[in-house]
């Protein structure tokens, strides 16, 4: 299994996982740590070990042509009853990104995710989810939802995550074409 998406960069990075970690000591919510903090683009597919190369190189066709654009990230926002997370600023570079990644999943990669079609695009960084008890949610949501939070960073790159059987890892990082918006 795979999936696209934007990790952020370093330090940002280690400050959303600490805000996992945080959820998992004081909500007992760990499955947010099952992968690194990112904006998912494209949801987990199936795709053959043994044609990783193939995959690679065709994303990296993809991203070569994409250009750099920045993400603010503000506050939280949450899914009732168990999802919290880091709320961004719409940006329309993400949204035309994401569009222009699905049409070519579905175009190149022959990827069709029939569910997909019925959900909106709601980008966001998810900091606890799955396992976090509905009571445990409502104390957390009492506690991140007046917490300021605030961000920026400018897109460089795409990750291809990988399951492991275990968790998610960046399998392959992409740089994007060097144009700034």
């Known amino acids: 299994m795979y999936f696209i998406a ?6 940002l990075l280690e400050e959303l996982l600490a805000i996992k970690h945080y959820f998992k000591e004081h909500y007992q919510s760990k499955a947010a740590l099952n992968s690194p903090p990112h904006i998912t683009l494209h949801m987990p597919f199936e795709w053959k070990e043994e044609k990783e190369a193939v995959l690679v190189a065709k994303i990296q066709q993809f991203t070569a042509a994409q250009k750099r654009f920045n993400i603010k990230l503000e506050n939280f ?10 709320h961004l600023v719409r940006a329309v570079e993400l949204e035309n990104l994401h569009d222009e990644l699905h049409r070519f999943c579905k175009t190149k990669l022959n990827l069709f995710n029939a ?13 606890a989810f799955r396992d976090l008890r509905k009571s445990a949610f409502l104390r957390a949501w009492e506690e991140f939802n ?11 790159e795409l990750a291809l995550l990988k399951h492991d059987g275990h968790r998610w890892e960046v399998f392959h990082e992409f740089s994007l074409g060097e144009g700034a918006t």
């Open 146 to 156: 007046p917490k300021p939070f605030s961000a920026e960073f400018t897109v460089h």
């Open 6 to 11: 934007i990790v952020p960069p370093s330090p």
């Open 115 to 127: 569910r997909y079609k019925d959900l909106p695009f709601h980008p966001h960084l998810t900091v």
């Open 77 to 86: 926002g949450c899914f009732k009853p168990r999802v919290i997370y880091v």
